[in-house]
Every structure is written in C-alpha cells, then in structure tokens.
C-alpha cells in the first residue's frame, strides 16, 4: 500500500502555509486536508483508506460519511468527528468506529477559529468546516468549484430540498477560498 506522508500535502495559500492539502485525481478518493500548528495536525477528511497516511492527526473531522472520505480513518485515531445526524444506513456510508459524534458547533485549534456548519442535503450529516481567520471554507460534497454541488440522489428524504437550503446558508459564508471533498479549490479575491 502506497504509503503518505505530511511532507506530501502542500500549502493552499503562501499567506496560511499551515493549510495544506491533498489531491487525488484518479479514483473515487476525497481530497484530504490538514491545519498544521506546532507539531499538532488537525485534519479534514481522511480518504478511501487505499493508501496509508504514516502520520496521526490529533483531530479528525468527516465533512460525511462516504466511504471514500471516511476509510482511511484508522482504529487508534483518537479525535475522530462526524455529525450525529449521518445515517448509516444510506447507501456507501462508512462510519468508522471510533468516529464519535460531533457536538458543538465551534472548534478552536491553535490561531485558527473553525465554524461547523451542518449542511445536510448530500447525506443527512454533511458539514461545512469555516476557518474565520483564513476564510478557508472546507464543503465536503456539498459545494464544488464552479458553482458545483453535491449530487443529492443518495441523501434520504428531502435531500433536494436541504441540498437547497444548504447552498443558500453557504452563499452566506464570506469565504475568499473553497477547499471542496473533490476536484478544483476555487479562490476568491481578498
Ligand atoms: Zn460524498
């Protein structure tokens, strides 16, 4: 198994160098992205689990369930959030075990000030991660670059019209840079 390590994500931004991330184009993988702070590492989202990061996060968050952002969570990672409301009866949903249920809607991780902001509409428990001093936006499968959004077919009841109203709260986040679950970040003027 392709092994990865924190040398391999890169910096988003020359101004917030401790944002770093991971892309991989081609598979059904999510994008992966980690805060760093000292020698502390907060991560967004964990992958499919087909490569091997050969570091731990002190903290873990899962914009949703789907397998390819969730299995590469592994069995000793202690911090590992999800929103209560994921089903985990839809369709390609892994819950990892460990994961536990995020309560709060505030996380605070060395000068960075994240708001959680549940988005429901892809699954029943997306989440959005705002950064207030980067204005880093983290939408999972919710909101994609070029006014691209999550597909709502697997979501459960009324995911068409949470997708909605999820796109409408997010139109009113005052973010400068989009740091989606796949493809293209997208970067606002500051
Ligand atoms: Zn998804």
Request: hydrophobic share 35%.
């Amino acid at each position: 198994m392709k092994s990865i390590s924190i040398s391999d994500f890169e910096p988003i931004d020359a101004k917030f160098k401790d944002i770093q991330f991971l892309a991989i184009d081609d598979r059904t993988c999510s994008s992966r992205y980690v805060i760093r702070y000292k020698d502390k590492i907060m991560m967004i989202d964990a992958g499919d689990g087909q490569d091997e990061l050969d570091f731990t996060p002190d903290s873990i968050f899962l914009t949703h369930g789907h397998y390819d952002h969730t299995k590469g969570v592994k069995a000793d990672w202690k911090e590992v959030w999800i929103h209560p409301s994921e089903d985990a009866s839809l369709p390609f949903i892994h819950i990892p075990k460990n994961a536990k249920p995020l309560i709060g809607q505030h996380f605070d991780f060395g000068p960075f000030h994240f708001n959680i902001l549940h988005t429901p509409g892809h699954t029943p428990g997306s989440m959005c991660l705002f950064e207030e001093k980067s204005q880093f936006l983290f939408s999972g499968d919710t909101k994609f670059a070029n006014g691209g959004y999550g597909r709502t077919d697997l979501g459960g009841p009324d995911a068409v019209e949470k997708m909605a109203e999820s796109l409408q709260m997010l139109a009113q986040v005052p973010y400068k840079v989009l740091c989606p679950g796949h493809g293209e970040i997208e970067r606002r003027e500051r």
